[in-house]
C-alpha cells in the first residue's frame, strides 16, 4: 500500500515521509487489504480494495460502494466509520480509527467472563437496529449500490442441505431413523422452512460475521458495506452474533464456536422488529431467529463434513485451517445445535431433540 502514502499525503498537506503504515494482525493471519496508518499521534484504517472492476448494474465498484454506503450511515448516526479520504481511481478509502479488536475476538478470550460481556451486546443489537432503520428509510438511494443476490434460493439450498446433514448425523450416531422418524422430520423440516421463506427479507449488509464489528473503549462500529442487499434480518443477527473465530488457533489445536445470543438479547430483538418493522407476534420473531440459529450449526457441520470427505481440495485445507482440529469443531456446533434454548418454538424444539438423541 505503499503507494498510497504520496496521495494521502497530499490530501493531508503533510510530508510524505511524515506517514508511517503498520499491520493489522488478525490471529495467525495479517490481513493484506487493510492496514493502520499513522500521521503523527492521529491513526487511521486505510483499505484497499482485492476487486476493482463494477460489481453492480449501475456500474459501481466495491470502493464506490462502501464509500457511498458508510458516508449515509455515518450521516444518520449509525456506528460505522467517518470516511476521511477515498480514491475510485486507486480503490482505496481511508477511515477513521475505530480500534482493532473484534467482538469475533472477544468471543474467543477467555480472559472476558461472558457476564462483561453482556452490557456490550445489548449495545451492539441496538445499533444494529439502527442500522436497519437507516436502511429502511433510504432505501431509494442505496438501491443503485445493490448486489444481485438470490436470498431465497440461498435459504432455500440452506434448507435442503441442513435436513440432509441430519441424516448424517444420524448415522454417524449409529441410530438410523425409522420411516416414522424420518416423515416426523419432514413434515416439521417443512413446516420450518415454510415459515422462514415467507418472512419478509430487508436491506443491509450481505457480510455479515463477528469479525466485521470492531471493539474500542466498550463501543461498537460495524464495518465492511462493501457489498449490500435483501437478506433475513434474522440472518444476519445470528452471523454477528456467533463468533467462528476463524485463524484464532493453531490447527491441530482444539477450535470452538461461541454463540453470543440468549433469550434475553432475543427477546429485546423481537420486540423490536414488532414495534418498527412487521405486525406480527415477538413469538414469532423469536422463533425464526432460533431456527436460522438451528441452521447455521447445520451448516457448519455441512462443510466440516466435506471437508473431510475432501481433503485433498483446495477449499477443505483452507477450511480446516482456518477453523483448527476438526473433531472438536464438529463436537461444538452440535453442542450449539442441541443444547441451545432460545425460544419456546415447538418445532425448532422437535429438531433439537430429535439430533441430541443422535448424539453417540
Known amino acids: 500500500m505503499q503507494h498510497l502514502i504520496e496521495p494521502i499525503a497530499a490530501h493531508f498537506k503533510t510530508d510524505p515521509n511524515a506517514i508511517r503504515l503498520e499491520p493489522i494482525q488478525h490471529g495467525r493471519r495479517q490481513r493484506h487489504n487493510v492496514c493502520c496508518l499513522n500521521i503523527g499521534t492521529q491513526k487511521y484504517l486505510l483499505k484497499q480494495y482485492d476487486i476493482k472492476t463494477a460489481v453492480v448494474d449501475a456500474g459501481y465498484t466495491p470502493c464506490q460502494i462502501e464509500t457511498d454506503v458508510l458516508s449515509i450511515l455515518h450521516q444518520n448516526g449509525c456506528k460505522v466509520p467517518q470516511v476521511v479520504w477515498s480514491s475510485a481511481e486507486l480503490h482505496a478509502v481511508l477511515l477513521e480509527w475505530r480500534g482493532e479488536q473484534t467482538l469475533d475476538a472477544v468471543a474467543q478470550s477467555d480472559e472476558i467472563p461472558h457476564a462483561d460481556v453482556k ?100 463501543v461498537p462500529t460495524f464495518i465492511d458495506f462493501a457489498s449490500i442487499g435483501w437478506n433475513w434480518q434474522e440472518i444476519r443477527l445470528v452471523q454477528l452474533f456467533n463468533s467462528i473465530g476463524a485463524f484464532l488457533s493453531a490447527p491441530y489445536e482444539n477450535a470452538n464456536f461461541v454463540s453470543l445470543l440468549d433469550r434475553e438479547l432475543i427477546d429485546t430483538y423481537a420486540e ?77 424444539a422437535k429438531i433439537r431433540e430429535m439430533i441430541g438423541n443422535f448424539r453417540s
Not at 441496538?126 to 429502511?136: G, N, Y
Not at 441410530?175 to 415467507?198: G, H, Y
Not at 445445535?337 to 425448532?348: G, P
Open 272 to 348: 423490536w422488529v414488532c414495534a418498527h418493522r412487521e405486525n406480527c407476534s415477538p413469538e414469532e420473531i423469536a422463533a425464526r431467529i432460533d431456527t436460522h440459529h438451528l441452521l447455521f450449526y447445520l451448516s457448519a457441520i455441512d462443510q466440516l463434513l466435506q471437508a473431510l470427505a475432501e481433503p485433498e481440495a483446495a477449499e477443505s485445507d483452507m477450511l480446516l485451517d482456518a477453523w483448527g482440529d476438526a473433531r472438536s469443531r464438529f463436537q461444538s456446533a452440535l453442542s450449539h445445535i442441541i443444547d441451545a434454548d432460545l425460544s419456546d418454538d415447538t418445532d425448532t
Open 119 to 218: 452490557p456490550l451486546l445489548k449495545t451492539i443489537l441496538h445499533e444494529l437496529c439502527e442500522i436497519e432503520s437507516c436502511f429502511a428509510r433510504y432505501t431509494e438511494r442505496f438501491a443503485p449500490y445493490l448486489f444481485r443476490y438470490d436470498a431465497h434460493d440461498n435459504l432455500k439450498s440452506l434448507l435442503e442441505r441442513g435436513v440432509k446433514v441430519i441424516g448424517y448425523l444420524s448415522h454417524l450416531g449409529e441410530k438410523p431413523m425409522s420411516s416414522a422418524q424420518a416423515d416426523a422430520l419432514i413434515e416439521t423440516w417443512n413446516t420450518l422452512a415454510v415459515r422462514l421463506q415467507l418472512a419478509p427479507t430487508a436491506l443491509g449488509s450481505l457480510d455479515n460475521n463477528a469479525r466485521n464489528i470492531v471493539i474500542a473503549d466498550e
